[in-house]
């Protein structure tokens, strides 16, 4: 007969292989997008799950537990910026296997456009782009990791594009047209024009950009904090 | 509405990154995790310590945890009793979040539905500060993060969850943050928080530095208190050349360097040593005590980045401008030599913004905000609608 803390353990390794069964692949993921190093998306991986498997009990139910994984594999994610990478022993198999394994596309033409755009932004507004495009999480998912409101997304996720289509229209190039307003109403307001500068051909032999880099590279890898960057509601 | 379609440019997806190594590896990641202890709501700090041992060491963390599973499994009466009994006795002698050293971690004082929290040991685990916290009915979880002079007691709220939301800024530092000497030993660091306050907040407060860490939050290296400040106007806008020997008459060194635009490829991290005489500081980030992060960039205009940082030509002016009508803020600009090359319009999340012609802006619209587009030109943006004033951004 299984005491009462035996019990206790069976029941929570199976809660715990659960979660990390259907979440290693997503957190890995969102790591290894953001530090170009298989390697040190293992780290940031174990980390994260050791977090997890030491406050299981705080674990929310369904679909949320992932959002709650994000939540902390983005703070793991700030220190590894700031310079706190601890290697994990927990890992070293997996970043055995990982070494050499991995080399971050390249790309060319538009993306590589957009790769160099996404570079000037802050890092707090590349990061908002990429949990929308590339973790494909809407706006109340987001406001869930960030821990803000659903409004605050919204409004951020926008600025944040706008900034990257000013980016994008101060280097002229403009395949990328701003959504026309139609729905504008201000009758004082003159039409305004359809287009940012002209459309450009990208000229032969632009170098191809590793738009890995947009993210692994942050405008501000180890830096620490600053004041401010932290959300709020 | 999403005209910029990133999802095809995502480097890798989780399906391909997980492919990169064996199942079996994956597995073996998740045992290794699981094998590591579980902390119990009283031997908390016990397990910190045994798991961030394991994190570096995990022959000698396992001989430790094998040591205490022993132990435990051998008594021959109610497990769960006695286990319980071993993990009190254990931290009444050692220095567990229960014990006497413990205690001495902070003070309060309860009047006036408030509560005045004053950390007395601004060096202990977070583990300690929790426990406390958590007996007086606070879900807050603190850490004291080795900061800059002018962030010595400030408050940095990183999340808190729907409850708490839109009150954590009932959570107020008690000393006016950078009036800290950096000894330490005059200086209160705490807060007030409403007696009644609900909900779960995780935040960091700035202590000063031990010798040998670096800042964990920088502030700006311009700000009262440090060493730097108001010689924001001899580094921006002047080479290297003029600004290193600046430096070292101030005894600062330069501790890291980075390029403000990192090539493709290349690594974004500069060498301090090889800095070259004919480039321009971005930004002068508060590294350690006396010691600074420089971004620096060919050019002595930024980027991209603000008009508002120091250097910059309406640094100081922010408040006189966003939130304010075109009308007003067209003449202050020119005043300062900057003018509008593009035009934005701010949409909303329902609706999609636009363009508008920069020489032709209604008067009475609202800038939002004012980004550089390049030398001395602007990008205005606008909105029909006076913004809500911000309430921390």
């Known amino acids: ?233 | 509405m999403p005209y910029l379609d990133l999802s095809r440019t995502a480097p890798v997806t989780d399906a391909d990154a997980a492919g990169l190594a064996s199942p079996a590896a994956f597995t073996d990641l998740a045992s290794q995790i699981m094998a590591t202890p579980v902390p119990g709501a009283r031997s908390r700090a016990r397990w910190t310590d045994a798991i961030r041992a394991g994190l570096l060491a995990p022959r000698s963390a396992g001989a430790h945890l094998r040591r205490r599973l022993a132990l435990l499994t051998v008594v021959p009466v109610v497990l769960a009793a006695l286990a319980a009994f071993l993990v009190t006795v254990a931290n009444r002698s050692d220095n567990g979040p229960n014990s006497a050293a413990a205690i001495e971690v902070m003070s309060f004082i309860k009047k006036n539905g408030t509560i005045t929290v004053i950390i007395k040991n601004l060096y202990a685990d977070t583990t300690w500060y929790n426990a406390d916290l958590a007996r007086h009915h606070l879900d807050i979880t603190l850490h004291l993060d080795p900061t800059p002079p002018s962030l010595v007691g400030f408050i940095g709220v990183i999340t808190s969850d729907a409850t708490a939301a839109g009150h954590d800024n009932e959570i107020k530092p008690i000393n006016t943050p950078g009036s800290c000497h950096l000894s330490g030993t005059e200086c209160q660091i705490g807060f007030t928080v409403p007696v009644d306050f609900q909900g779960k907040v995780d935040m960091w407060i700035g202590r000063p530095a031990r010798p040998g860490e670096h800042y964990l939050e920088a502030g700006s290296a311009f700000n009262r208190g440090e060493p730097l400040h108001g010689l924001a106007d001899q580094i921006f806008g002047h080479p290297l050349s003029e600004v290193l020997p600046l430096l070292a008459q101030h005894n600062i060194t330069v501790a890291q360097c980075r390029y403000n635009d990192p090539r493709p490829h290349s690594n974004a991290t500069c060498d301090p040593a090889t800095m070259p005489g004919t480039w321009y500081v971005n930004d002068v980030i508060p590294w350690a005590p006396n010691q600074v992060l420089l971004m620096i960039q060919s050019e002595p205009y930024p980027a991209s980045g603000s008009f508002f940082t120091p250097g910059e030509p309406l640094y100081g002016l922010r408040n006189l401008i966003v939130g304010h009508q075109v009308s007003e803020v067209l003449p202050l600009l020119a005043q300062h030599n900057v003018t509008v090359a593009q035009c934005l319009i701010d949409g909303t999340d329902t609706e999609a913004g636009g363009t508008c012609d920069p020489s032709n802006m209604p008067g009475n619209w609202y800038i939002r905000d004012v980004s550089v587009y390049g030398g001395s030109q602007a990008i205005a943006i606008i909105g029909r609608d006076k913004p809500a004033p911000r309430t921390g951004h």
């Open chain 1, 1 to 233: 007969m299984l005491s009462p803390p035996q019990a206790g353990m069976i029941e929570r390794r199976a809660r715990f292989e659960g979660l990390y069964a259907a979440n290693h692949a997503p957190i890995f993921g969102y790591a290894l997008r953001r530090t170009a190093s298989p390697e040190d998306a293992a780290d940031i991986l174990a980390e994260t799950f050791l977090t997890a498997w030491r406050r299981l009990d705080e674990l929310p139910p369904g679909d949320v537990a992932k959002l709650w994984l994000y939540g902390i594999a983005r703070r793991v994610l700030a220190n590894y910026y700031r310079g706190e990478r601890r290697r994990s022993a927990l890992a070293a198999r997996l970043r055995a296997e990982l070494a050499g394994s991995y080399v971050p596309p390249e790309f060319d033409g538009e993306s590589a456009k957009i790769a160099e755009a996404l570079r000037r932004l802050p890092q707090q507004q590349r990061e908002l782009l990429a949990l929308n495009a590339w973790e494909g999480l809407d706006h109340g998912e987001i406001a869930a990791v960030l821990g803000c409101s659903r409004n605050a997304v919204g409004i951020r996720l926008h600025r944040a594009r706008t900034r990257l289509a000013a980016e994008l229209a101060s280097t002229g190039d403009t395949e990328f047209k701003i959504h026309q307003t139609e729905r504008m109403r201000a009758s004082s307001h003159p039409p305004p024009s359809a287009v940012i500068g002209p459309a450009a051909q990208s000229p032969a032999g632009v170098p191809s950009t590793s738009f890995a880099g947009a993210l692994a590279q942050p405008q501000d890898p180890e830096l620490p904090a600053r004041p401010g960057q932290n959300q709020r509601g």
